[in-house]
């Protein structure tokens, strides 16, 4: 076991997987040269040279297709964008070359690609630069999403994103690169499509990922305080999703928050929503409710943000009225 | 910049025989299928190249069998011309498991993996920069393997154009560029569309070679985008080749075309590249060998067409694992 921060863990996992397939190449913007603009691919290009750590001019549109392209022809491209916000100048080429070229080919082609980069907000980096851009994604056939919460699952769920013959799209968090957890010496791929309970409880279920299971532990060691028993399920990957796990959680606590960074209308947390009322009606003793972003652009200021931004506070409110209910 | 007439082309690869074949082919399938389509048989959108043959055959006389093709929804010319088989081509028409996407393409996506036919691709522009991607792939593993792109005059405003372009002459990506002028953008004349009527000049802003030049003749056309290709293959280096066509029916099905004359019309229609071809087919075969040759063609269609309609439809059972390989993710 060894102490790695979450940059370090993905980093760990671009490596041992180049290592070990040379169809496995990282581009895009300022991953070699400058060692990567959160230095996750730092050292990446003296280890492994320019002809596999590829820096990009800013076209993010151009060399997301590069990678469909190389990728239905078999090789590996693990493609960076600077953050998940750029990408919707790519959407294009996600949604309609990755997502559809294996359905309009009638399954002669696979896409192996990776796409990756912080997601969500940072620290007052304004309206464009603080998308949630997993619920664009995460709606799309064809495509899966993956948001670790820890280094260790970074690291395991990066690895098994390189080695799936399907678009993968790797959801990470600017304010995440720098914690530190434990990973074990070997860790290896993490199965895609498995929630973990990272707290136990008996009271109500808190669905989160990324960042948002920072804050539900958060919320929930609040709440131990005053004697209320939060469960909390940290999603890990978002499509496929573990409909069993959520299921099971909500079974034993008859209640269920979603907490998200995005806008609330659709996403994620409404998908959530739709299951556990679809596959748990009986076990829920109330409503399943939301905790997402505010419905607005996000504002720079600081008290702002962080007032549009899910916190634990609202988190606690949010579980305080569903007990409320009895 | 390099002029690459001035090139010595290697001569294509196919004789003119095998070309008048190929584009007769795919003349007649085209006109089937839009008999099709009439009668509800062919759905969805149909855009046909009747008129612009020539580019398709010449390009692909001078391709090897495992180099890529690319091209937009206008691809029944190119595919066929890869190598795809007529049954193949029209029981995809047909949305038929029998074709080569088993129904789930339909006209505008069609992909023949063991023919080097990667699309069939109905986001315009967007399919250049995945197209250099294929090319990329190819340096990244010294395959050998040339990438050629084509693309219409509409779409050398978008974005996709400029960057796949660019990526492509930065990279040194061994890619051929044929854009199809075929004079209008759907119903919009090239005049109201770009600033600069001459398309292949954008290359000298990416610093790449370029030629520009008329597809009336097949031979011609092969022969023009043999030096593209062979510096591409030889030197991996990226070509522009802006090709001037002409298509003969409206943008797809749904438009009678009312944008241009029918005098403009039957000016082109002179310069038929099937009527072109068959005049020079003719000063070298006995015309009864022509006829018989456009008899085989009227035979292979006619097959085919009974195939597509024979053919079954898709079960939906095949819905789940071509969206993913391996376990459906939900």
Redesign the interface.
């Known amino acids: 076991m060894k102490q790695l921060r979450y940059r370090e863990a993905l980093r760990e996992a671009m490596i041992e997987e180049m290592e070990a397939d040379d169809r496995v190449f990282l581009m895009g913007e300022e991953v070699g040269h400058y060692n990567g603009a959160y230095k996750v691919s730092e050292g990446m290009l003296d280890k492994f040279g320019e002809r596999r750590v590829i820096d990009t001019p800013i076209a993010e549109g151009g060399f997301a297709g590069i990678g469909v392209g190389a990728a239905i022809v078999g090789l590996r491209p693990i493609i960076e964008f600077m953050t998940w916000n750029f990408s919707a100048i790519a959407f294009d080429q996600i949604l309609n070359n990755a997502a559809k070229v294996r359905q309009m080919s009638g399954g002669q082609l696979n896409c192996p690609i990776v796409f990756r980069g912080p997601n969500a907000s940072a620290r007052q980096v304004g309206s464009q630069h603080s998308h949630a851009m997993e619920h664009f994604y995460a709606t799309v056939p064809g495509l899966k999403v993956v948001a670790p919460a820890f280094p260790a699952d970074a690291k395991g769920l990066l690895k098994a994103a390189i080695r799936d013959d399907n678009p993968v799209l790797v959801m990470e968090s600017e304010t995440l690169y720098s914690i530190k957890g434990d990973v074990p010496d070997d860790q290896d791929a993490i199965p895609l499509g498995k929630a973990t309970v990272v707290r136990e409880g008996t009271d109500c279920t808190v669905v989160a990922y990324s960042r948002m299971t920072h804050v539900a532990i958060d919320a929930a060691e609040r709440l131990a305080k005053t004697n209320v028993s939060v469960e909390v399920v940290d999603l890990r990957s978002l499509r496929p999703l573990d409909e069993e796990t959520i299921i099971a959680s909500v079974q034993k606590t008859h209640r269920c928050v979603v907490v998200h960074e995005g806008w609330p209308y659709g996403g994620v947390g409404a998908e959530i929503a739709d299951r556990v009322q679809r596959l748990a009606f009986d076990a829920l003793d109330a409503p399943v409710l939301r905790v997402s972003q505010l419905d607005v652009p996000m504002p720079y200021n600081a008290k702002l943000e962080q007032h549009v931004m899910p916190q634990p506070e609202r988190v606690v409110a949010t579980i305080q009225r569903l007990m409320a209910r009895g | 910049m390099n002029d690459v007439a001035q090139d010595v082309a290697p001569p294509p690869r196919m004789a003119l025989a095998q070309l008048y074949r190929q584009m007769f082919l795919i003349r007649r399938l085209e006109e089937e299928a839009a008999r099709a389509y009439a009668t509800g048989k062919i759905g969805g959108f149909l855009h046909l190249y009747i008129g612009q043959e020539a580019v398709a055959v010449g390009a692909a006389a001078v391709l090897r069998k495992d180099d ?1 093709a ?1 091209t937009t929804y206008r691809d029944h010319g190119i595919a066929i011309a890869k190598g795809m088989s007529a049954r193949s081509l029209m029981a995809e028409l047909y949305g038929k498991s029998t ?7 339909g006209s505008m ?1 069609l ?3 063991e023919h080097g036919m ?4 109905a ?1 315009v522009g ?13 340096k ?2 010294s395959d050998g393997r040339v990438t050629m792109c084509f693309f219409g005059d509409g779409a050398v405003s978008i ?2 154009f400029h ?2 372009v ?2 492509a002459a ?1 990279w040194k990506l061994p890619i051929v560029f044929v854009c199809e002028n075929n004079e209008y953008s759907m119903g919009t004349p090239l005049s109201r569309t770009v600033s600069v009527e001459d398309i292949s000049l954008k290359a000298t802003g990416y610093g790449i070679a370029h030629d520009r030049f008329f597809a009336t003749e097949v031979m011609e056309v092969a022969q023009r985008l043999s030096i593209a290709v062979e510096r591409a293959r030889k030197e991996s280096l990226p070509t522009l080749v802006e090709v001037r066509t002409y298509r003969f029916r409206g943008h797809s099905m749904s438009d009678p075309g009312k944008y241009r004359t029918p005098e403009e019309l039957d000016e082109h229609k002179k310069r038929d590249p099937l009527v072109l071809g068959r005049q020079k087919l003719e000063s070298e075969l006995h015309t009864d060998k022509v006829d018989a040759l456009e008899a085989d063609v009227e035979r292979e269609v006619q097959d085919a067409i009974k195939f597509a309609e024979e053919s079954p439809d898709p079960d939906p059972s ?1 819905l789940e ?10």
């Open positions: 890529y690319v074709g080569c996407c088993q129904g789930l393409g996506h992909f023949d993996k990667l699309g069939g691709h986001i967007s399919h250049i920069p995945l197209a250099a991607g294929i090319a990329f792939a190819s990244y593993r974005q996709g960057e796949g660019s990526l930065l095949i694992s071509t969206t993913y390989d391996g376990a459906f993710a939900f």
